[in-house]
DNA sequence: TCGGGAATGGCAACCGATTGCGCAAGCCGA
DNA sequence: TCGGCTTGCGCAATCGGTTGCCATTCCCGA
């Protein structure tokens, strides 16, 4: 251990509640009692047991508690993380919404345990983590394999998912509408008079699937037939964005327009066509998905799709916790928006 | 509860342990022995016990566990917010580091809890909450606030800070050397022929305030005075900084360079700039700090001071588990160096 | 003075695992 | 055949709280 570390004060310091009762001089039930503010603990015997606690630096032990109570007062969230690409964590949707959840947890009394693996995933190592040690289950993303998700929630009910209202689910979502995102953005690109778009993202991808589909289905009745419109599929990461748009343009591409699943991608995107010498906007509009914080401050700013994270995060809580006091979860769907900014302003 | 669940499968599932020895016909202890892997069961035994775990989905709990072996393989992870700005925590280096801790604990059998508050801050109740959670805590960041921290580290001792090596602390840290980083800044910008120079960054941040005394160290000699350095202290987020550099330029300020305290507020001050029309880098260059993984890819591509996510989240978990583990932590301090990207290219 | 009932507090079982120790069976050599 | 050693397994205590139920005290009216 440390060195020099001054001499801890000499103040009674209690480890356990029955520290805490020898002293007060009373049974432990007692002092459990007036912790959790029974009316059968006399108000002075609780004042006193309580100024006690707060002097002796006393802190429940919550294994013990848990153990007791069959509640860990914990929720587990988990990042439904690729096996290709584990870094997709960093992307800052992510740090928003766990913000979000965070805080509202906290709110409630409850703790989050952050977890990258799928508890649903193979192997019996996987599932042995994810087992009692929260009470309900936050999961963000539906990913690339919804069947295993659905498998995981079958047999473990208290979970909520961010995603999309696939049918056959077996859990309740809370998400944007992404078909509807998808489509704001293509009818905002064909209103600004863009042609010949290219989509960014992992169709697999069960929610990006959904935008792509959007994308398509808002073209019909414009004049641009879908199979102007390429869509190019990758994974969720900055890099492969801009390989990939990089080599398009390269090839000397005459899209004029690129919408992305997501605002790390687009801004990626947005560097590739710069470094080529294309023009944002005015030789090719860029849309993404998410309005991260930084959408609005990137050079230049980004046009995109609106997901309200912070309500996100506090509708995901409140549906868990709704399930735990034994009602009925409901599917949220979040407002959903095009935010319009630079990147995809007027054709100049 | 949610209805048209499929009916769960009429295999055996186990709850508890007792429930596994009944069926197995051994006792509890040998059910526990076996799958610790003691040698004191029989290899068939040990087999058939495991086989029947594997079947009955069986999953070990927690929290008695914990509760009889004293350690929970749990580590909180504190995010230093202020209390003024919680946001704080989107910043993408938070989330990257919080996935290297994340990955190491994993690699280690430890779970993540994820606090946003201060367990050192005022109030029993955030006290309440940090203790007895973990095994051991993390903190990112000393913040605002190093006295108030150090006093939490004083009585608990298995912390280990993300930070820099400030005199009487009483807690190892881990982190890049920030004077070195604010100095490597400032020799760039200064060979790169700039002359006058803004810092932007709440210097009564520890590490903030490091970068800028490396930043004015690196000019003695080099005929800037540093008279001519305009330090503006902000807090750390996009939008302020974008307000402030904007501000600053408006006036028609003739500074040509900017150091920034995060690749966040760099990247919102380069879109001042631009907002503008003033050029990156030909009028202005722009410095961050973190090379957070989008820097990368932001237009222009962002000069900055690496700060190495992925050593720090694992020197991070080596060292906390070190003291778990009886041994001394040791303070690490990670390789420090500058990635020069278009923001801060030569003067054209 | 005594019985009844409200108010307060204590006893002990319990949550689900881990582990020190003791016991029984099997094997060996003498 | 017998004692001693090794190996495998079970008993029961234990971790630190929570809570049903019973015991005690006190106050009051009859």
Chains 1, 2 share one sequence.
Request: aromatic residues 4%.
């Amino acid at each position: 251990m440390k060195t020099g570390r001054p001499a801890t004060s000499d103040v009674f310091r209690a480890r356990t509640m029955a520290e805490i009762a020898e002293i007060a001089g009373v049974a432990e039930s007692t002092v459990s009692r007036a912790i959790a503010g029974s009316n059968r603990v006399s108000a002075e015997t609780k004042e006193r047991i309580l100024r006690l606690i707060d002097e002796s630096g006393y802190r429940i032990n919550s294994r013990a508690r848990s153990l007791r109570t069959q509640e860990t007062r914990t929720i587990e969230v988990v990042i439904a993380i690729s096996e290709t690409n584990r870094q997709h964590f960093s992307d800052p949707f992510f740090s928003q919404i766990i913000a979000s959840i965070g805080d509202s947890l906290a709110e409630n009394g409850y703790d989050l345990l952050l977890s990258r693996a799928h508890p649903w995933g193979e192997g019996a190592l996987a599932d042995t983590l994810a087992v009692k040690r929260a009470d309900g289950v936050i999961v963000i993303g539906q990913g690339r394999n919804p069947e295993a998700l659905n498998r995981y929630a079958e047999r473990h009910p208290n979970v909520i998912v961010w995603g999309a209202r696939i049918p056959g689910r077996n859990y309740a979502v809370v998400g944007s509408d992404n078909a509807l995102g998808g489509a704001l953005a293509g009818k905002h690109l064909i209103k600004s008079g863009r042609r010949r778009l290219v989509f960014l993202g992992d169709v697999n991808h069960v929610e990006v699937g959904l935008r792509h589909l959007g994308l398509v289905s808002s073209l019909t009745g414009t004049g641009v037939t879908s199979d102007q419109t390429l869509m190019l599929s990758m994974p969720f990461d900055s890099a492969s964005a801009y390989e990939t748009t990089r080599r398009l343009f390269e090839g000397g591409a005459r899209h004029d327009a690129i919408f992305a699943a997501s605002d790390l991608m687009a801004i990626a995107a947005i560097r590739a066509l710069s470094d080529l010498g294309v023009r944002v906007p005015e030789d090719v509009a860029v849309i993404g998905y998410d309005d991260i914080a930084l959408a609005e401050y990137v050079t230049p700013g980004l046009t995109t799709v609106r997901q309200d994270t912070a309500a996100g995060g506090r509708a995901l809580v409140e549906s868990v916790l709704s399930v735990l006091g034994g009602r009925a979860p409901t599917d949220v769907t979040l407002p959903t928006e095009l935010v319009v900014r630079q990147s995809c302003g007027a054709r100049k």
